[in-house]
């Protein structure tokens, strides 16, 4: 493999793929004309006249551009009804309809739109309103004033003008979602631009802040909040984010609403204090949504709606769950595959809602698990320790490996690559974990698919290092080596090569790390997650110590049998895990092995697929290694 090729899998390994989310932007945009028009369309026509003659004719066009966007849309067995939808939409404004019939076919447009075409609707964590408010006065104020009234220095002579945030009687109609995606795509024919390049959780906190201003926080609401366990008990995030204080209202009353409005969506915290384990109800949500899409034969749609399940609403707790009880985060992910699997072969549907309501038990002891006081010093001590010795001996045999190799070579002058590619990593790590904390957050598909592709492409490469060193095991192939290409194998290509191996193989472990160790330290006990570290440290130390002390003292034939066999097994398990990655990710098919072991050290999980890759991977390598023998027999 040519180090051009080589840098090529490096950036698309960092670069990563494309955002499923970003397949949902023109839903996303419909749904933002539909519920524009339900909120503003009071502003066109009163009692069947036109009192906004601009207004009104805004209203005309998105109406037209909602159904043309529509008919644009990928096929789904919702599809037409939504069409016919639209156009009833677009002949109830043609006629001047009266604002609340024309609101409520908007919204109920809109709510179809959100099931044909599920969009995130919820932030993945509480927003920060600090940052918030600092986001608005940077972006916002100067149009929107610093009050949020719509009177800012920038806002003369804007048409139309910007949007008051005060007034309560068009806040009420107005959700977090719908202000989420005004500031995600902006607004057309407006001044109000897009902020699509703002991190996920800047976009969320810019709207909790800005959904705020004409929700004055007199301290009832926390009153109530702390007062009503129902309310609390059925509030989410998602739920939150998507509901308008006028839905809101019917159900508590006005001021009961408001206030609590007032207190949620500046202390979001709360919701998450509630629930340590909220996003087990996101799980629950898109696992209820699929079986209703299900139910209704829309496979994909349901399909679409599981794997959301798994990597927006499981594997954001999966960190900590694996931390506290591994084995029934293995459970959990086991049913979770199976489910999808059941889903892409058309299973009954009984059979299907059975998968999910042994979900919904399995997640009720995951809650017990995520508990705030079920964590003990000794148990985040364990999961320290753990954790680091497992994802960190892989790194560490395969850069020991490269080193030994370079010393028993006698090309030191190499040595700097390894080690600053491993060196890197760490650093990489670091501005990983700086950057998943302040800037952005870290998907579940991100995270499977960066673990998933650096296992294939190391798993590659050890394909031809392991079958490359084997070759060499026997001392007469390694002085013909020596003398005829050794000059020349370890040039600077070769050496950048063996800088991005190190740094690939390093990185994946410490990018996984960092998640698990996230997840242990936000548990609390930060005292036992250091000693664990320190000592997960020490015995990796010590593996390091005695390898590198066993290698100088075996012969060369040995050293490369023993390394080729010990790269053969690494590649097996790394194949076996990136397949299982990208698996989780969606990218591959789940076909489940009933009955069949999982072994996560030896990279064995029990589907089709990743043994299949792993066997693949074995009959490869023992192709190389007969080969190598015949040769070197002749």
Known sequence: ??????????????????????????AQTVWRLLDYIAVDYAGAVADGKIISAAEYQEMVEFSKSARERIALLPVTTEKTALMQKAGALEKLIAAKSAPEAVAIAARAAAADLIKAYPVPLAPTKAPDLARGQQLYAQNCAACHGASGNGKGPDSVGLDPPPIDFTDQARARERSL??????????????????????????????????????????????????ADSPLRKDMTLEKLVGTTPAVLAASLGADRANSVIAYLRRHPEAIAAERSSGALTVARARLDEALAAYQRQDRRAAKDLALSAYLDGFEPVEPALSARDHALMIRIEGAMANLRAGIAKGEPVQTVRGQIAALDALFA?????????????????????????????????????????????????????????????????????????????????????TEGFGSVFAAAVLLWVGIWMHGKSSAEAWQRYIRGTMSHALNKQSAWFLFALAFIVVYREVF???????????????????????AAITVLAVIAVVMMRFSRRLPIGKFFAYSSWLIAVLAVVLIGKGTSALQEAGYIAINPLAGFPRVEILGLYPTREGLIAQVLMAVLLAIGFIWNGRRGAK
């Open 512 to 534: 996984e790390t960092i998640l698990f160790y996230a997840a242990i330290w936000s548990q609390g006990n930060g005292g036992s997650v250091l000693a664990g570290a320190g």
């Open 1 to 26: 493999m040519s180090f051009r090729a080589a840098a090529f899998l490096l950036a698309v390994l960092l670069l990563g793929a494309v955002p499923a989310q970003a397949q949902t932007a023109p």
């Open 177 to 226: 979602f719908a202000l989420f995606q005004v500031i995600e795509q902006g607004l057309d024919g407006t001044s109000m631009r897009s902020f699509a390049e703002l991190p996920p959780q800047d976009r969320w906190a810019l709207a909790f802040y800005a959904g705020s201003l004409a929700y004055p926080d007199g301290g009832e609401g926390e009153k109530i909040w702390k």
């Open 365 to 449: 002891q995951a809650e017990i698990a995520l508990a705030p006081g079920a964590s003990s010093g000794m148990s985040s001590f364990i999961a320290a320790f753990t954790i680091l010795v497992r994802e960190g001996l892989e790194a560490l045999l395969i850069v020991i490996a490269m080193i030994a190799f370079l010393n028993k070579a006698d090309r030191r002058d190499v040595l700097p690559y390894v080690h600053g590619g491993w060196v890197a990593a760490l650093v990489g790590g670091a501005a990983t974990w700086a950057a998943a904390t302040w800037l952005i957050t870290i998907s579940g598909a991100s995270r499977e698919l």
